[in-house]
């Protein structure tokens, strides 16, 4: 398989998580691991090996123009892992994800969370971000009328990890991508072909602060094509009402007073 980091190193610490990301992999599943980094030079100690290359910019990419960046260097259909770099898996579970992918005949995975535990700079909830990755997730399966195919197990649209076939992953437009979303975009598309994805269960390491800020994010989301065009208030109400449902294994211990209330607040943000 392939391996796409894309990293942003802003201090010491992110530099630690990514020399961690990298420490975890199984080397004999890599047929090129390809770190795309942005912002400080990481200080990491690197693997001498020509299944490793390093692309460096210091300034002037996003997340997704740096994983676009990687695409050169794969070839034929074998499975990508785009896996960010702030070491977001629990080694062992990282392991198991590993072995799965080697074996595995699907095209397309996505990796489930276990928790979605997220921190934007200015999100003012504990779990604003959680809310907001779920709500819109649901919001994407409504409108392309998929919540039969994912019944009884909804996709975590997105989780940083997603593995795809190369050549497939090479026909993704990301025109649309501005800043945050790519997960959504590539989960669109490849659902309006018809390619179905397979959810393989991760567990999650404790995160860093988000690169992201909160309201970038609700923008991001909500500016792209294949929601603003499509959202009305009937089908918000509606979105907010079925989230709960559909992820059942994240709302456990959730209040829903707080979740109707980050709902109010994302969708006066999104202002579309
Ligand atoms: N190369 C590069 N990587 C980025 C950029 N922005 C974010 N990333 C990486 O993308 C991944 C996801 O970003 P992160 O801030 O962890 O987002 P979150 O986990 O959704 O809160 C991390 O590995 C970041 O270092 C960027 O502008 N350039
Ligand atoms: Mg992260």
């Not at 942005?38 to 997340?63: A, C, N, R």
């Not at 960046?69 to 994800?97: A, C, Q, R, T, W």
């Not at 819109?136 to 998929?146: A, F, G, H, S, V």
């Not at 988000?210 to 499509?230: H, P």
């Amino acid at each position: 398989m392939y391996i796409i980091i894309p990293a942003l190193i802003s201090n010491e610490e992110s530099s630690k998580a990514l020399q961690k990301t990298i420490d975890n992999i199984e080397w004999k599943y890599v047929k090129k691991l390809i770190l795309i980094s942005q912002g400080e030079m990481p200080k990491i100690t690197l693997p001498q090996s020509d299944k490793f290359v390093h692309e460096y910019y210091d300034k002037g990419l996003t997340k997704w123009i740096a994983i676009q960046k990687g695409f050169k260097y794969l070839e034929g259909d074998e499975m990508v892992m785009l896996l960010d770099g702030d070491d977001p898996i629990e080694k062992n579970s990282f392991k198991e994800l590993m072995e799965e992918i080697s074996t595995t005949r699907a095209d397309w995975m996505v990796g489930k969370r276990d928790e979605i535990i997220l921190y934007s700079s200015d999100q003012h909830g504990q779990n604003s971000r959680l809310y907001l990755e779920l709500f819109t997730n649901t919001l994407l399966i409504l409108l392309d009328e998929l919540r039969e195919v994912y019944k009884g197990n909804t996709p975590d649209i997105q989780s940083g990890v997603y593995i795809i076939r190369a050549n497939i992953l090479k026909t993704i437009d990301f025109s649309d991508v501005k800043s945050y979303g790519g997960e959504l975009t590539i989960f669109h598309q490849l659902s309006m072909r018809g390619v179905r994805c397979e959810s393989v269960d991760i567990v999650t390491n404790a995160s860093l602060q988000s690169s992201y800020r909160f309201k970038t994010i609700v923008e991001a989301i909500f500016d792209f094509r294949f929601f603003k065009s499509r959202l009305n208030e009937k089908i918000l109400r509606i979105c907010g009402e079925l989230t709960p449902a559909m992820y059942p294994e994240y709302f456990r211990n959730l209040d829903l007073e707080e979740y109707r209330r980050e709902v109010a607040n994302i969708v006066a943000l999104a202002d579309f």
